[in-house]
């Protein structure tokens, strides 16, 4: 009886040391985290004419109500399954996606691309009519907008692209890969933690 007894009170005693050292690993875990997250992980890019992830997704909207149904316009978002979205990191939209539809309104060749991204950025900033949304927190008017796109010394959509952030263009049609184009090379300014 005694012999049993001893043996029981060494189990509890092992179990209440595993708890308390599993309690300071997930401390230590959400500790470890939590630094990760605000000092290395990037949570934000800003684009050189002061768009971030927010803008682009509203541009990335809008573009695709203007353009539908012809076109479907999309970002990299999806390409990442959802646990890689909320534990790693949440994707930067810096990849812009047209998929056409409708082949008889718009031709999708790799020279259209080209075509399409060496043409003057006014054909997209004309369009604006109401405040530009570039940061959830940061709204140009149309004006604006054109004023700052000519101090950087925008010209083409390439540029306008490259300018709001986006790193790279894809043209599909019905799905398949016409043409991928990485656009001009220019620092994004990175925000570590929001």
Do not use: C
Not at 99 to 128: K, T
């Amino acid at each position: 009886m005694e012999k049993s007894s001893q043996t029981q009170s060494k189990k509890e005693g092992f179990l209440q040391k595993i708890k308390g050292w599993a309690s300071v690993g997930g401390v230590i875990a959400i500790i470890v985290y939590s630094f990760y997250f605000t000092i290395f992980k990037t949570t934000n890019e800003v684009g050189f004419m002061g768009m971030d992830k927010v803008g682009r997704q509203v541009f990335i909207q809008s573009m695709d109500a203007y353009l539908d149904p012809n076109v479907d316009v999309d970002s990299d978002f999806f390409d990442y399954n959802i646990l890689y979205r909320l534990v790693i990191q949440e994707p930067m939209r810096t990849v812009l996606k047209f998929d056409i539809r409708d082949e008889n309104e718009f031709q999708a060749s790799p020279e259209s691309v080209d075509a399409f991204l060496a043409s003057p950025a006014s054909g997209i900033l004309d369009m604006y009519q109401d405040e530009v949304m570039m940061q959830e927190e940061y709204r140009l008017t149309p004006e604006e907008l054109k004023q700052s796109a000519k101090d950087e010394g925008v010209e083409t959509v390439s540029d306008l692209l490259s300018g709001f952030g986006f790193e790279r263009f894809d043209v599909y049609s019905r799905g398949s890969l016409i043409k991928s184009v990485e656009l001009p090379k220019t620092e994004n300014v990175g925000h570590a933690g929001g």
